[in-house]
């Protein structure tokens, strides 16, 4: 069995932090599904067929102004999307994931997904990275991205490309990089999210901070070193 197959990775980290890129990263060489929420939620709001559904339409109003989307129905989803997952046999990582408190632990009548991934995978066999950037750096960061209107991958702003440079659709803009909406996002993820790393500890589970300035392939080393990987 792969190293990989036997972990669950849980990548937290402000707007710009890179949590996507470095899931993305693990996932490419190590066989990790990377189980993006955020992208995983946009695909279902940008759905054609899903358009007049009523509870779509209300939390992508949520989802277009930085809110959390409602955590019962987000865990949900991610919970059947874990759960297939790991019957696969295959290792999973998470940029974002889980966003509140409800998500990480549930309540009296809901599992939440650290329960589900220590029943699944072990609580030895999880860990959870604290990504750190600035303010500044996650402002500068989100106001130049662009991903591909096609697959969503990221494409470097700087670059000057115009497509995605793997599968060749259109870059644009996310609705989630106004400046705006990205001070929201950024007190989302200190009031809501950030307090699950502190639970996480009181759990059990293995908790890294890793600083998030550096270019990609420096803050993947730290990750790749700590997790113990080949």
């Avoid at 470095?22 to 990377?34: G, M, N, S, T, V």
């Avoid at 939440?112 to 860990?127: A, D, P, S, V």
């Amino acid at each position: 069995m792969k190293e990989s197959s036997k972990q669950a990775i849980v990548i937290y980290g402000p707007p710009g932090s890179g949590k996507g890129t470095q899931a993305d990263l693990l996932a490419r060489k190590y066989d990790f599904i990377h189980f993006d929420t955020g992208r995983y939620l946009e695909s279902l709001y940008r759905n054609p067929r899903l358009r007049k559904n009523p509870k779509i339409a209300f939390e992508k109003k949520l989802f277009d102004t930085g809110k959390l989307n409602t955590p019962s129905w987000v865990l949900k989803l991610v919970t059947e999307a874990t759960k297939k997952i790991a019957s696969a046999g295959s290792g999973i990582v998470y940029s974002g994931s889980p966003r509140t408190i409800f998500e990480a632990l549930g309540d009296d009548k809901n599992k939440g997904l650290f329960e589900t991934l220590i029943k699944l995978y072990g609580k030895k066999n999880i860990q959870v990275f604290k990504i750190k950037i600035r303010f500044q750096t996650s402002a500068k960061r989100n106001s130049k991205r662009l991903v591909c209107s096609v697959c969503g991958l990221p494409i470097l702003a700087a670059s000057g490309l115009k497509s995605c440079a793997f599968c060749g659709g259109k870059a644009r803009k996310r609705t989630l990089d106004d400046p705006k909406v990205i001070k929201v996002r950024l007190e989302e993820y200190e009031n809501r999210t950030l307090p699950i790393v502190k639970e996480a500890k009181k759990l059990g589970i293995k908790v890294t901070e890793i600083n998030g300035e550096p270019a990609p392939y420096k803050v993947h080393e730290g990750i790749v070193k700590k997790l113990g990987l080949r």
